[in-house]
């Protein structure tokens, strides 16, 4: 079945993704902890993903931990030949359901076999290194290069087809790929937010995927959504709000659509992963790819942040 998502970009020769995928960190429980509330919406919200022609699948082990990944292979396992799944390694949870850098070499190595082994594939389509160059988690205290080219090694021995990069800066990308291709980048990018603005460019540049996580602004967009608990300057003000919506009312669109119609055409090496544990949200955000803005109101969506 075709759908909206048929939008596609050639990471590799031998590597296309539609443009607008599918994050899988809402499927466990609250908290990105422990099973879901729905076990079987979980499942039933997968399927549908891939009923609507996603073809790019976003995931980690340490989201449940292990949750998100046994859901996928309950869900999709044996995998459509076009689906790739994406997973990220340098992070573990702790006992207080925090995020724990992980990047020492060995600890990367068992990370990596736990998703072979949760995923039931034999390879990896794409793995991110998840660094804290973006600022949401404590950089690790290994060197970078030694915690990529363990990553290089285990894609030299076949458990790996492509390499990616993820909460990293310029800087590290251009080390990073000395020592082995990436071909994808997952930094923050969304309407509010253009901190990831230099690693866009750069990507661009090299002809890179830019993975934007967060794409709806890690759930701010949603009406009705208190907005009380956000990170101080971090939740967009009514007047914000207001100029979105006025654009969305003239789309016969929502606010969710706009940002994510905004994020594909914003530059055409992005990528979107919106995520959800809820049905009609995800065919909201997979209607969104039919949405093509006018000009006029890029301008006025990109003076949004």
Known sequence: MTGPADE?????????VGRLGYGAMQLPGPGVWGPPRDHASALAVLRRAVELGVTHIDTS??????????????????YPDNL?????????????????????PERLRDQVEENLLRLGR????????????????????????????????????????????????????????????????QNRLHLFDRSGADML???????????????????????????????????????????LDEIAHRYGATRIQVALAWLLGHSPVTLAIPGTSSLAHLEENMAAADLVLSDEDLVVVNKLA
């Open 8 to 16: 596609v970009l050639h990471l590799t020769d031998n590597l296309t």
């Open 122 to 185: 034999d390879r990896l389509d794409l793995v991110y290194l998840r660094m804290g160059g973006d600022g949401l988690l404590f950089p690790s205290e290994v060197p970078f290069a030694e915690s990529f080219g363990a990553l290089a090694e285990l894609r030299r021995r076949g458990l790996i087809r492509h390499l990616g990069l993820s909460g990293v800066t310029v800087g590290q990308l251009a080390e990073a790929r000395a020592i082995a291709p990436v071909v994808a980048v």
């Open 201 to 243: 460019s750069a990507c661009e540049e090299d002809g890179i995927a830019f993975t934007a996580y967060f794409p709806l602004a890690a759930g701010m967009l949603r009406p009705g959504l208190d907005l009380s608990q956000a990170p101080p300057g971090m939740a967009p003000s009514t007047e914000q709000f207001a100029a």
């Open 84 to 104: 790739v799944i994406a997973t990220k390694v340098g992070v573990v949870r702790d006992e207080w359901h925090g995020f724990e850098a992980a990047t020492e």
């Open 61 to 78: 082990d340490f989201y449940g931990p292990h949750v998100a990944n046994d859901l996928i292979k309950e869900a999709l396992h044996p």
